[in-house]
């Protein structure tokens, strides 16, 4: 069972609506429950209140509030559970596309909230997982594209083995105290001016 979020934001226009979420966190145990109305400076007021969790609660959008929507969930990067009266595929893709966590579709029920928002939290923590791991392996492969390339450049031009090379460069780093990919950079770069 995950924690309860304590700082939820509930951005809904509907005062009926924004009360069965709101009985349905306390239920859960969320400490401070703030309800945004109206769409202006939204995504200004959503900084500024930096919850922990989003709820969105929309009883019949349209495509430019979706748009803002989705707009409001890649921005503030935090978990975000949109409620929907009606949507259709293009709508749940769309979604999905902006980082929504939790998009249901005609099932605001005060008991259902709490296993929803779990989950959007649940959903969201591991989207975030996968995408600093992706991140990770990106800027991984990136430094060891830079370090063949400097190796390569070092065995052209001082006439040294892979090996000689990399040692080369690792031993550059450890009298620098700098990472192997900035001593390649750095051999790259001289490389490229004096060629």
Known sequence: ????????????????????LEDGLRAAGAV?????????????????????????????PSR??????????????????????QSDAQMIEAAVDAGVSAYVVDGLKKERIKAIVDMAI?????FSKLKRELDEAKSELAERKLIERAKGILMKHRGLSEAEAHAA???????????????????????????
């Open 1 to 20: 069972m995950s924690q309860p979020p304590t700082k939820v934001a509930v951005i809904d226009d509907n005062q009926v609506r924004a009360a069965i």
């Open 32 to 60: 401070e429950i703030t309800v945004l109305t109206g769409m202006a400076n939204l995504l200004k007021r959503l900084v500024a209140l930096d919850p922990d969790v989003v709820i969105i609660d929309l009883e019949n």
């Open 64 to 85: 430019d509030v979706l748009e803002q929507m989705f707009q409001v969930s890649r921005v503030v990067s935090r978990p975000v559970a949109m409620f929907v009266d």
């Open 122 to 126: 649940s959903r969201f923590n591991a």
């Open 169 to 195: 460069l690792r031993k550059t780093a450890m009298n620098e105290n700098k990472r192997m990919a900035e001593i390649a950079q750095s051999v790259i770069t001289a490389a490229s001016l004096l060629g």
